[in-house]
């Protein structure tokens, strides 16, 4: 059965963008390093980034994982949808209140649903027994909420954004986390990971 994963890079103080949109420094450690990002077993490099020593083990590993990701349409709306090409996993699903961009890659088997329950399991579907990443921010906010997520996984950047958007979104209810399962310690970046272990307030159960 596929894990569900949160994930983004942030901020120190929990932002994944400032309020324009900007990434600031958050993606600098993707491009500060010598070793590419690669697809196991093809030697395929993710895109043009080349992480740390430190960092390419573990990011490699979680991006070889993915199967499907789930964006929301404010990120779509940024990237393109990643030209429906998605840095990590073959499949790529949308949650939208609208509807498909007319004339949007219409080869593309990309999915929009204005649920983030029913994009989940449908990415869990075709993730089979691999990783569903739901991007951080509102969607994975909604998701955690909602007790689909399994694990929480952030790349903090020391950097402190003050404003901007949140990487839990508007969350508005606890959720306890257990101990970090990960911690390594990149070229300006930490990566850390948490199982999910229950809401303590609001409607999630």
């Not at 979680?62 to 030209?83: C, K, P, S, V």
């Not at 949308?94 to 890659?105: A, N, Q």
């Not at 909604?142 to 949140?166: M, N, Q, T, Y």
Request: proline share 6%.
């Amino acid at each position: 059965m596929a894990t569900v994963i949160m994930h983004a890079v942030a901020s120190l103080d929990g932002f994944i963008a400032d309020e324009h949109d900007e990434l600031g420094p958050l993606f600098d450690w993707y491009f500060n390093g010598d070793r590419p990002i690669e697809t196991e077993g093809e030697g395929e490099a993710h895109g043009p980034f080349r992480v740390s020593e430190r960092s390419h083990e573990y990011v490699s590993s979680f991006w070889n994982r993915i199967g499907a990701t789930i964006q929301g349409r404010h990120l779509f709306d940024l990237t393109n949808g990643w030209e429906a090409d998605p840095p990590a996993g073959e499949h790529l699903l949308v949650v939208s209140h609208r509807p498909r961009p007319e004339g949007w890659h219409p080869e593309a088997d990309v999915p929009f649903f204005d649920d983030v329950t029913a994009a989940v399991e449908e990415a869990k579907r075709r993730a089979g027994d691999r990783v569903v990443a739901v991007c951080a921010g509102e969607v994975g906010g909604e998701a955690l909420r909602l007790g689909l997520v399994d694990e929480v996984a952030i790349d903090i950047v020391p950097v402190v954004f003050g404003s901007g958007k949140r990487y839990f979104g508007s969350v508005d209810a606890q959720h306890l986390l257990g101990d970090p399962t990960t911690v390594i310690q990149g070229d300006r970046v930490l990566h850390l990971r948490y199982p999910v272990l229950r809401a303590t307030g609001g409607d999630a159960s």
